[in-house]
């Protein structure tokens, strides 16, 4: 079985802030995908990035960065200097080889303060 | 555009009256699946579909049904709904159930069982 641990259950910065996202992650796969979706305040789930389980490297996108380390089974997200439209429920999930389901943490919803 | 449809998007009905939410993606994915979002739980899949006419129970597919006799649609049918199938509900779809392929996501339905 595969499951997914999103500890943070809500966080509030205030704007310009750097904030992390812990996701936790259990699967027997060696082979695995992790991704992270975005629900912002309007409702929609919305694909931030992939990662699989054989490409440790770290990623960058803008504001955004993603820290995988498979000896802690986690896959952290990072958001610099936070802005408003940032605020939104983050979901991290993950996919083994052998599976044709994704499974979803809980979320975490981040609220940035002006 | 490309993108996943789903109808209504808004329900309110009785318990024990047959409803069907329509999914219809324009993106010719062989994946589909349908997710239910509830606050502190995270999204759980209900049902997916490999192709068409495969399909397969989710986490938690009591009280569901589906079909997929065209490849582009994917109904989720709720036979006699009751309270608790009040939720949000998700349509996803992605070109493979292959576990590498990030899943698109339809609007949302929100759904009220009274």
């Known amino acids: 079985a595969q499951k997914v641990t999103q500890a943070q259950t809500e966080i509030s910065v205030v704007e310009k802030e750097d904030v992390t996202l812990d996701c936790v992650y259990e699967t027997r796969d060696t082979t695995y995908y992790l991704f992270w979706y975005k629900q912002p305040p309007s409702g929609e789930l919305v694909f931030l990035i992939r990662?699989?389980?054989?490409?440790?490297q770290n990623e960058i996108s803008g504001r955004y960065s993603w820290n995988f380390q498979k000896s802690t089974s986690s896959f952290n997200f990072t958001i610099t200097a936070s802005q408003v439209v940032d605020s939104a429920v983050y979901f991290c999930a993950l996919s083994g080889a052998g599976s044709y389901q994704l499974t979803f943490g809980k979320g975490t919803k981040l609220s940035v303060i002006p | 555009e490309a993108q996943v449809t789903q109808n209504p998007r808004y329900l309110i009905t009785v318990t024990g009256k047959k409803l069907t939410v329509t999914c219809s993606q324009n993106m010719n994915h062989e994946y589909m699946s349908w997710y239910r979002q509830d606050p502190g739980l995270g999204l759980r899949q209900i049902y997916y579909?490999?192709?068409?006419?495969?399909?397969d129970k989710g986490d938690v597919p009591e009280g569901y049904k589906v079909s997929r006799k065209e490849k582009r649609n994917f109904p989720l049918i709720l036979e006699s709904p009751s309270p608790n199938q009040t939720s949000l509900y998700f349509c996803a779809s992605s070109y493979s159930g292959a576990p590498n392929y990030e899943q698109y996501f339809g609007p949302g339905t929100r759904l009220t069982v009274t």
């Open positions: 990662r699989n389980s054989f490409d440790e």
């Open positions: 579909s490999m192709n068409v006419e495969v399909t």
